[in-house]
């Protein structure tokens, strides 16, 4: 039954390994050039570089370690047409031969990537992009649409963001292709289709997890940039991760870096809200209690301002005036009187100097006849022997007249 | 300005513009008595509108079915995978 010998039977990793030796032993394998296009670029966070190197009909896995990766001067994305120096060999583990990459060198634009320039050009100077068309999403989604594969992380991504954020979310799913030959025209016709029969969506999310250029391409179609450009539903871009950018992004009216952003970005945290919305009402009624107290007090303040313009106090300030002028009225009344007893003073010296008392004083006497106290001042007031008094300072001398006699002045 | 529009025909962000309004205007105070307890009423109202709408939705995730160009259908939403957490919710 066996018909082989036991020196003919190999394990798989001495197999493995022999092949390996011929891979090394060819000198037409080792420290080689290779044209080709960097596809499934990815950057381990060893440091180690693993991607694809393709032309169109073929491809071949490569490996760049961080020893070799370490001087490279640009960090190669898919896409990206290379020449790449190494060593074709063997992964024992898996028994997969590929290349190990000691150096890359850029040589010229990928093609999808020319493409893809291309057509951003294109649609770009045909006004897709522009900013002025691109349509306002509400604040508050009620039914929101997403276009996506029903199997992939997004899908789930997206309904349990949203849902976090907003508990009562009215979500329709729409599956679709996403990738391959005909993703871009399957979700066209359906941005179409909801633009048709469902016009109430405030929006819709189209959009797949990260991939390769080649897996992403879909969304660099002109089909679908012209569909979505087209739709009357506001349309949001989540395709890929951060730095995956697609014509989609471009030409929709919102691009999230990645599904799940497209739903942190389009759907409100309703908890926020609603203590913002307290938080308003809260204001509110603080800012109207606020009014009615400025309002009472401006009332309290017209009272005193009242009463203080009111007639009591003009009454008081009437009696202060009338006080303040009876007071100016006596003062003057008490100079006047003070300015006649001044006049009656004098008045009453200058009548003293004119007393005949005064006269008598100095030596003038007064002669009188005793009957009838008549002054004599003439000769013939008086006879002889009639009976006289004269007055002089200090008393009175009683005679009779003895004769009279005439003086010639 | 008295829109004849409904409330469901206003969007929400418009209620609350109107209501950061109402706090603006309360807030600088020179509102007249009747003026500013019309605003604070009306500022109520709004916030209730507001909480009404936010709450007006029903939770609902269904997928649809396209069977023609005219013709579809709906139903409930199952990921293929069958993983519930969508069903959490």
Same mark, same amino acid.
């Given at each position: ?9 190999? !394990? ?27 596809? $499934?670029? *990815? ?6 570089? %693993? ?23 640009? !960090? ?16 024992? *583990? ?25 057509? &951003?050009?294109?649609? &770009? ?29 997004? @899908? ?14 009215? @979500? ?26 469902? *016009? ?74 609603? $203590?913002?919305?307290? /938080? ?15 309002? !009472? ?7 005193? $301002? ?7 106090? *003009?009454?008081?300030?009437? %009696?202060?005036? @009338? ?22 003073? &004098?008045? !009453? ?28 001042? &003439? /000769? ?7 009976? @006289? ?21 | 300005? =008295? ?13 609350? #513009? ?6 603006? #205007?309360?807030?600088? +105070? ?12 009306? +500022?109520?109202?709004?916030? =209730? ?6 709450? =007006?939705?029903? =939770? ?21 995978? +069958? ?7």
């Amino acid at each position: 039954m066996n018909n082989y010998t036991e020196s003919k039977i190999y !394990t798989v990793s001495k197999l493995n390994k022999y092949i390996k030796k011929i891979f090394e032993n060819d000198y037409n394998l080792q420290d080689i050039w290779i044209l080709g296009e960097i596809s $499934n670029f *990815k950057l381990h966070s060893s440091g180690h570089m %693993y991607f694809v190197l393709k032309d169109k009909e073929s491809q071949i896995r490569c490996v760049m370690f961080r020893g070799n990766s370490y001087t490279l001067r640009f !960090t190669p994305v898919d896409g990206m047409k290379v020449k790449v120096r190494g060593d074709v060999s063997v992964y024992e *583990k898996r028994g997969e031969y590929q290349l190990y990459v000691k150096e890359i060198v850029e040589a010229g634009k990928g093609e999808l990537y020319l493409a893809f320039e291309k057509l &951003k050009a294109k649609l &770009k100077d045909e006004g897709l992009f522009s900013e002025e068309i691109k349509k306002k999403l509400p604040l508050i989604p009620q039914n929101i649409a997403i276009i996506t594969s029903s199997t992939g992380a997004a @899908i789930r991504d997206i309904i349990t963001i949203s849902l976090r954020r907003f508990p009562n979310l009215s @979500i329709l799913v729409i599956p679709s292709l996403v990738q391959g030959i005909s993703a871009a025209q399957e979700i066209a016709k359906k941005i179409d289709f909801l633009n048709k029969h469902f *016009k109430d969506l405030d929006f819709v999310i189209i959009g797949r997890g990260g991939g390769s250029l080649e897996e992403l391409w879909a969304f660099n179609e002109e089909i679908l940039a012209r569909s979505i450009y087209e739709s009357k539903i506001p349309i949001v871009s989540a395709v890929g991760h951060e730095t995956d950018f697609t014509i989609s992004d471009f030409v929709s009216d919102l691009r999230a870096p990645t599904p799940s952003a497209a739903a942190e970005m389009t759907i409100p945290d309703k908890n926020n809200l609603i $203590n913002n919305l307290g /938080l308003l009402k809260s204001k509110i009624t603080r800012a109207a209690k606020r009014n009615f107290e400025l309002k !009472t007090e401006n009332i309290n303040s017209l009272c005193r $301002n009242l009463k203080y313009q009111g007639p009591e106090n *003009k009454i008081n300030q009437y %009696y202060q005036y @009338i006080d303040e002028f009876i007071a100016r009225l006596n003062s003057r009344i008490k100079y006047q009187v003070e300015l006649y007893e001044e006049r009656v003073k &004098k008045d !009453t010296q200058r009548l003293d100097s004119l007393s005949p008392w005064a006269v008598i004083e100095r030596g003038y006497s007064i002669c009188r006849k005793i009957d009838g106290k008549e002054i004599i001042k &003439k /000769l013939e007031q008086i006879e002889v022997d009639t009976k @006289i008094e004269i007055i002089i300072s200090d008393g009175k001398i009683f005679s009779k007249v003895e004769k009279k006699e005439a003086v010639s002045k | 300005m =008295k829109s004849k529009k409904k409330i469901e025909d206003i969007p929400f962000e418009e209620y609350l #513009r109107k209501l950061e309004n109402i706090v603006q #205007r309360l807030e600088e +105070g020179e509102l007249t008595l009747d003026e500013s307890v019309k605003t604070y009423e009306e +500022g109520m109202n709004i916030s =209730k509108i507001c909480l009404e709408k936010l709450n =007006k939705t029903k =939770k609902k995730i269904e997928q649809l079915v396209i069977e023609g160009e005219e013709k579809y259908s709906t139903k409930p939403f199952s990921e293929k995978k +069958g993983e519930n957490a969508i069903n959490e919710f």
